[in-house]
């Protein structure tokens, strides 16, 4: 019986500290309401959904581009201040990371999702919107796809 007291005051004590980390980064607090959605695709540098002017190409190395969120936000009144998402990568040409962040905001040195040259794979993140609707996708080092699948929004959600 100890080990499982242990482990609950553990995970009591961590889901406290990722409250008050996620807090502190801006991400939605105890006041914010969690609404999943249908999963819908919202970026793909492999087809060109989501990307200006359409263009199908990788991410370059320290290369930041932006989503807007807006028409798939549309629905959501008053609008969301953050957004879930699944954030996958493919065919990165180098070891290297992706990093959502708030719109314009600094790419620092967290990241979403790691990977390596030819790996495919995914994560799940929460990320702050602002007032903008809009979300920078940014990447370390060498080439890489990345598909973005929206997968709910916190916020004051009536």
Partial sequence: MEPRTKRKTWMAAAGAALATVASAQGVPGPSSTFQSTPPVRVLDTRTGLGVVDSEIAPIGPAE?????LTEALAG????????????????????????????????GATSNVNFDAG?????????QLGGTNQI???????????FIDLQGVFGNIV
């Fill in 119 to 127: 790996q495919t794979i995914a994560n799940q993140a929460t990320v």
């Fill in 136 to 146: 920078d996708i940014f990447n370390a080092a060498g080439s890489v796809d990345v």
């Fill in 64 to 68: 930041r581009i932006t989503l807007d």
């Fill in 76 to 107: 959501f009144d008053p609008g969301p201040n953050a957004v879930v998402v699944n954030v996958g990568v493919e065919g990165g040409s180098a070891q290297s990371f992706v990093a959502l962040l708030p719109f314009e905001a600094d790419a």
